[in-house]
Each structure stands twice: as C-alpha cells, then as structure tokens.
C-alpha cells in the first residue's frame, strides 16, 4: 500500500475547492456533505489503517480547539 | 487618528521633525530644468532620490507636509529591503533601530499550534525582518538624502497639475510664498495610494477589494515578550477577530484587529471604542498585567489593486501610487523600494545616456510583474485571514484545527512573507543556461554569503554593473579581459569582482573552502552578470567571447 500524501500546493488548490463548494451548498447541508465526502475520500485511499488514523486525527483537533 | 487633545504630530515617543520652506528657484524668476522630479516625500521616493543620488543623476522631491508620516503604518522591513538601504549607504541607522526578527506564532482558540521560523543562516548580513515605525524609516532615509548635493527636497510644495510633452513634464506647484512651474526630463510619482499624479493623468487602478476590515492600533507598553510576529484567531475573548501583534522599538506595540462585517467601521473608531478593545486584546488575549497607553490608530481594509501600466510616457510610478496590496505579507513598503531602485537605476542610465530610453520599457513587466505575484499570493492569506464566506470560515478552522498537531496543515497557518520576485521574464533577463545547479538564475536576486568575520559578498558590488568572476588563483581569461576593457572604454559602468580559491592578489575575494563557488554553482571561469539592484541579468559556465557584451546589450534594454 502507498504511502503518497497531497503536495502542499495541491492541499491548497483542496481547501479553496471546498470552501466554494460549501459556500454554494445550504448551510443545513454541509454536515451530510462533509460526511459524504469522508466515505468517498476513504474509498479512494484503499487502506483501513490510514483512513483510520485520519478519523482519529480530525478528532483530536476538534476535542483539543474546542475545549 | 490619535487621542482627543493630541494633534497628529503629537507621538508618545517620536519628536516630529518639521522642515522648512525654502523658496525655490523658480519663484525667484530664473531658469531652472530638473532631470528628475519625484513627488512624494515618503519612504519610496527619498529611496528612488538615493538611488539616483548614487548613479550620480540629480533630482528634486515635492511633498505638500513639512513632516514624516503621521503613524507607524509599514513597519516591516525585509532583508531584500536592508539590502537595497546597505547600497544606499543608509542601512545603519535602520538596523541600530529597527528590532530585528525571524520567528512568529499562531493561536488558535487561545493555544499556541505553530510557530514558524523564517529562514535564516550565517551567511546573512541582516535578519530576515525588522520592526520600525515608518517615521523612523522616514526619517533616516530623509537624513541621508539630506546629506547629498544632488537631492533637493522641497516641503510644503503641493502639485496641483501635471502636463506632460514630447520631451518632458511640467508641474504646477502650490507653495506658501506663490504657486510656480517646475519642469522636468522625468517624473517619478511616489505620492501613495491617492496619488494627486496619476488622477492628473486621468488614470485608474484595477482590481478588488476585500471583505473584512482592520482596525490598525498603536500603543506603548512594557513587556518582556519577544520580537515575534503573533497572530491570534478565534480568541475566546474576540472569537470573530483575527488578530496579529508585533513589537516596534521604543516599547511600541501594533495591534490589528479584524472588525466583524456587521461592524460599523465609523463608530469603531471612536476612541472609546478603541480603547475598550484594545484593553480587552492586551489583558485578555496577549495575558498582560501592566498599564498602557494609546498612541495611534488607523482604519484599514484588503484590496489587490494595480495600473494597468506603471510608465506612461516621461512619467514612471512607484509604490502605493502604482499598486495597492493587502497588509498580510507585509509586502506594501518592500515592494515600494525595490519599485523604486528598479525605476532609479534605469532612469539614470537613460538620463547618462549609457542606455537608450528602450531600458524604461522594461520597468512595467518587472515590477507590475512583482505586483501580481503578489496578488497571487495575497489572496490566498487574506482568504485565510479575513474568511470572507462561511464555507472560508470553516476551511480556514479545519485547518488550524489539524495543525495543532499535524505539519501537513501547518502551511496554512505561515504567514507567506515577502520573498524578493524574480524577474525571470523580463526582456532584461537572459535565459538560463544548462550545467548549472546552484545560485540564483537569471531574473533572480543575488544572494548573499559570509566571507569574513564582518565581511558579506553583497558589500563589494560595484554602484553599476558587476561582473562576478570565478576563478581558480585570480586571473582573468584574456578574452575576456579585453571584453571588460572595451565596454569600459566606451562608457559603461561594469566592475569586475573575482572570487578566487587561491588568491594571488589583495583584488580579490577568498574563497579558500569552495563555499562560495559551491552556493554559485560556480567552476573556474564561471561568471554571473549582476544588474545594479543585485538581480542576476545572466550567467556562464565559461563565457564565450562576446557573450558579456551581448548580455549587457539585453540588460540595457537592447540595441
């Protein structure tokens, strides 16, 4: 399995992408998009560990940001 | 704006200079012709009379004050900056000043997630940054043009009208003792973002705003915190207001706070309202115990402004008058001095005629070049700092959010500071050539590297042209010699800087381990072209005869 991460530049090209589409999206639907796009994105990287490493990350930030 | 009761020039720690009217010239009825007029007093155009001054070209600088800026405003100096004060012989006093800085931090919801670390090594003369109020900067760059016979600056000379003919431009100027015409070869307008020259020449800037205003407050206050650059968002104490912090000399410290859009920017700046804000981001937000007080403040707001061209004719732009840029980045005062050691040097080729008025052509490409890689740049951090959507919004807090621990998000919390442009397109630059694989490229500043204890590779440029020589013991192909010969001959201003592994002579520089010929990607024989602002105009290997000549023909805007 692959260990290939998205160069900084192309994370960039990411964040602006989605702050679009959110902002094109109904406020009341951006968690079922975000949830979405969680499973999609799981898909595409084919590999239990790291998506689930992923989940753990975002999780942590929101516990320790939002204290 | 400052405090009920305290005129504008009444400052808790800088003693306003005021300088005289003196009658010029003109109103005293005789002929007078200025190769170079330049309105505007500020830091871009003193700099522009330097850089003149330097190349030996005369001019004349009309400002409507009798004094330096009214507050701190640009307090951000870059080393690429230093570098061009160094080659006007003015860096001194900045550097004694101004507080030196290479690090910064970002909150988010009041905890510490990144800290950043501008580059920086030994083989720097200056710090990547330092912090000083733009009187000072002002002020030392006034000093220093007053000092030279070949700067005249005229206070309290307010140009009401510009006219511009064949062969030159003329100027209607309103003193306290009459109005009278200036004229002039050429005109640089350095007269800021309401430029009275470029509303005269019926021209407009271009571009956009953004959402989000700053609020941009002053105030003195003793703290032991260091020289950082701190930038705080979703404070619980301000949680819709970004909020950035550096410390300027004489116990002064910038505060700017973002108003939230429902924010009415005229009450906001009400004095009370300030001081309520502020006193709560000093207790609440910075954590300081100790008094303070108010010195200035200002309102500010993001835009990506730009000429569509910064020469027309006899008249060339510079600074806030050709562009406006947002704050984040702090690329306003810095991209202002390299416009005007760009225009400066230029222009006095042209008026010593060793360049044909061709070399002018080339200003707009390089420098609104500058600009929009700016704006590139710019609005991506002023996106991350002033979100001006929710979907922005929550980007933006993602991000900081995983950057608390994970390096990968970190990047969209770096501020992105200026970083000197490269003028790799300009019709100055030559193209690359193959084999090399360190230094700068063509376009590119030069860098600097440590020779000596207090001895840098930029102090030995020559004023005009260099040639950076690389050589094994000294000596100089003869072909070549000759080359350098001929083009001095006929007039041009080219030095030869050699960098020997063995030197044979006191002429030239050691570079006993190789470190120099290492970071230049440099053999024996190898030779860089460099440009009187330090910018690379080509490079070889080993150059063939006639290659130098060609290359300077394209450096002065060709034949």
């Given at each position: ?67 | ?112 997630i990144y800290r950043f670390e501008m580059p920086h090594t030994q083989q720097e003369r200056f710090l990547p940054m330092y912090n000083l109020q733009q009187q000072y900067i002002e002020k ?420």
């Amino acid at each position: 399995m692959t260990d290939t991460t998205l160069p900084f530049a192309d994370l960039e090209r990411t964040y602006e992408r989605l702050a679009e589409t959110l902002d094109a999206l109904p406020e009341a639907q951006e968690r079922l998009f975000l949830a979405q796009l969680a499973l999609a994105l799981a898909h595409r990287v084919g590999d239990l560990e790291r998506v689930m490493a992923a989940i753990e990350e975002a999780r942590q930030g929101v516990e320790e940001t939002s204290a | 704006m400052r405090p009920a009761g305290r005129a504008e020039t009444d400052s808790l720690y800088f003693d306003y200079p005021h300088f005289p009217f003196v009658r010029p010239a003109e109103l005293e009825g005789g002929p007078t012709r200025h190769r170079v007029a330049i309105v505007g007093a500020g830091p871009v155009g003193v700099t522009a009379a330097l850089e003149l001054a330097r190349h030996g070209v005369d001019s004349v600088v009309l400002d409507d004050k009798d004094t330096v800026n009214d507050g701190s405003r640009a307090i951000c100096i870059s080393r690429h900056s230093l570098e061009i004060l160094q080659q006007l012989g003015v860096d001194g006093p900045f550097v004694e000043k101004g507080l030196g800085w290479t690090r910064g931090r970002t909150y988010f919801r009041d905890r510490e997630i990144y800290r950043f670390e501008m580059p920086h090594t030994q083989q720097e003369r200056f710090l990547p940054m330092y912090n000083l109020q733009q009187q000072y900067i002002e002020k030392f760059l006034i000093d220093k043009a007053a000092e030279s016979e070949r700067i005249e600056l005229r206070w309290r000379s307010a140009v009401t009208g510009v006219r511009q003919e064949e062969d030159g431009v003329t100027l209607e100027v309103a003193t306290p003792e009459g109005d009278y015409r200036l004229e002039c070869d050429y005109l640089l307008a350095a007269d800021g973002a309401r430029s009275m020259v470029r509303k005269a020449l019926g021209l407009a800037l271009h571009g956009e705003a953004y959402e989000g205003r700053y609020v941009i407050a002053d105030i003195r206050m003793h703290s032991d915190f260091p020289t950082e650059r701190r930038a705080f968002f979703h404070s619980a104490a301000l949680p819709d207001s970004t909020i950035l912090v550096h410390k300027q000399p004489d116990d002064i410290w910038r505060i700017d706070y973002q108003l939230s859009p429902d924010e009415d920017p005229e009450a906001a700046v009400e004095e009370g309202n300030i001081r309520d804000r502020v006193g709560q981001i000093v207790r609440e937000v910075l954590g300081e115990r100790d008094d303070w007080e108010l010195e200035w403040w200002s309102l500010y707001k993001a835009y990506t402004l730009a000429l569509d061209d910064y020469r027309h004719g006899r008249v060339l732009f510079i600074g806030d008058s050709a562009h406006l840029v947002p704050i984040f980045g702090v690329r306003g005062l810095n991209n202002g001095l390299a416009d005007a050691a760009n225009a400066g040097w230029k222009l006095a080729w042209v008026l010593k005629e060793q360049a044909s008025e061709r070399l002018l052509d080339s200003y707009t490409p390089e420098r609104r070049g500058a600009t929009l890689d700016v704006f590139a740049n710019a609005g991506k951090s002023t996106r991350f700092m002033t979100p001006p959507s929710r979907g922005y919004r929550l980007m933006r807090d993602a991000a900081l959010s995983l950057a608390l621990h994970n390096d990968y998000a970190s990047g969209f919390a770096n501020p992105r500071q200026v970083t000197p442009y490269t003028y790799a397109e300009s019709p100055l630059t030559l193209a690359d050539e193959a084999g090399f694989n360190a230094g700068p490229m063509p376009g590119a500043p030069l860098f600097n590297r440590r020779l000596s204890e207090d001895g840098f590779l930029l102090d030995y440029l020559g004023s005009g042209f260099t040639l950076l020589h690389f050589s094994h013991d000294g000596s100089i192909d003869p072909a070549l010699a000759e080359c350098l010969n001929a083009l001095q001959a006929a007039g041009q201003r080219i030095d030869v800087l050699t960098v020997a592994r063995q030197p044979g002579s006191d002429n030239t520089l050691a570079d006993r381990n190789g470190n120099l010929f290492a970071a230049y990607g440099a053999d024996p024989g190898s030779a860089y072209l460099i440009r009187p602002d330090r910018h690379v105009a080509a490079r070889w290997k080993r150059p063939e005869p006639g290659d130098l000549e060609a290359a300077l023909a394209t450096a002065l805007g060709g034949n």
